[in-house]
């Protein structure tokens, strides 16, 4: 008898990459914008909108681990519909 079963194969378990929208609190200046280079910034009323495709879950707790670190104030996490093929710039 084997030591373990064997494991059918699915195909990856990777994450596929997903377009997030995370607001915070306050204005980020340039300095603080730096950490998240993957992500687009945008004002919106009084808090800022960071926006942008992460390619799996372990990035998207990256930057949350960074809001946290720099003292942010979280609001939101927003997964959004990932562009199409066609929508995406050549």
Known sequence: MPDHLPVPHNGPMG????????????????TLLTAF???????????????????DSAALYGVLAEIEAL???????????APSSKQRPP
């Open 71 to 81: 003292g942010l104030k979280l609001l939101e996490v927003r997964r959004m519909p």
């Open 37 to 55: 280079p993957a992500l687009a910034p945008h004002q919106h009323g009084a808090d800022t909108v960071l926006t942008g495709l992460l390619p």
């Open 15 to 30: 994450d596929d990459p997903m377009l997030y929208r995370i607001r915070v609190t306050g204005h980020l200046g340039p």
